[in-house]
T-cell receptor
Framework: DGGITQSPKYLFRKEGQNVTLSCEQN?????MYWYRQDPGQGLRLIYY???????QKGDIAEGYSVSREKKESFPLTVTSAQKNPTAFYLC???????????FGSGTRLTVV | RKEVEQDPGPFNVPEGATVAFNCTYS??????FFWYRQDCRKEPKLLMS?????NEDGRFTAQLNRASQYISLLIRDSKLSDSATYLC?????????????WGAGTKLIIKP
């Protein structure tokens, strides 16, 4: 079955550590996105990529980095520069139609 | 002011009742509109797109009022399984791309 796989489902990070969240899709979608969701807030865009080897900052990119070396993969690194990383992180991909967003099941990151 | 605003709720509604949510958006250049459903600690899933003429999908009816810049969702004969958070989403042009702008969601609790 086609879909998006995010891993891990739960992640715990110590202060000052970098962590990388995985996002893999087998839908052959060109565009991929990373969102962050905090309680009581809408999803906020961190980074997005429309094509391999290219990505753009979203609204809250500070403290995050991404790469897009393969069409299927769009990993997100939460760096130590991100001061409040505890959140629910969602990866999505989109086909050429505006309506075709598919989400992964999310990674819940907690700083301990 | 947020670009997409929703009443956070919760709306506590008896099973079988009709419930309506509204959502307002501030950017008149918004192109397309959606309702997503998000269950607790899960990823959002597309419930329905919202068309200018209004559209219906079973017990769900969506309306768009471009002049007043609001979107509505009506759920008839509500079921226990309708309990979830309903997210209003607006798609608008930003730079040379489109970007989804997410409301914070309205929480619905259906009681037996």
């Amino acid at each position: 079955d086609g879909g998006i796989t995010q891993s891990p489902k739960y992640l715990f990070r110590k202060e000052g550590q970098n962590v990388t969240l995985s996002c893999e899709q087998n839908l052959n979608h060109d565009a991929m996105y990373w969102y962050r969701q905090d309680p009581g807030q809408g999803l906020r865009l961190i980074y997005y990529s429309q094509i391999v080897n290219d990505f753009q900052k979203g609204d809250i990119a500070e403290g995050y980095s991404v790469s897009r070396e393969k069409k299927e993969s769009f990993p997100l690194t939460v760096t130590s520069a991100q001061k409040n990383p505890t959140a629910f992180y969602l990866c999505a991909s989109r086909d050429r139609s505006i309506y075709g967003y598919t989400f992964g099941s999310g990674t819940r990151l907690t700083v301990v | 002011r947020k670009e997409v605003e929703q009443d956070p709720g919760p709306f506590n509604v008896p099973e079988g009742a009709t419930v309506a949510f509204n959502c307002t958006y501030s950017n008149s250049a918004s192109q397309s509109f959606f309702w997503y459903r998000q269950d607790c600690r899960k990823e959002p899933k597309l419930l329905m797109s919202v068309y200018s003429s209004g559209n219906e999908d079973g017990r769900f009816t969506a309306q768009l009022n471009r002049a007043s810049q609001y979107i509505s969702l009506l759920i008839r004969d509500s079921k226990l399984s309708d309990s979830a958070t309903y997210l209003c989403v607006v798609n608008r042009a930003k730079d040379s791309n489109y970007q989804l702008i997410w409301g914070a969601g309205t929480k619905l609790i259906i009681k037996p």
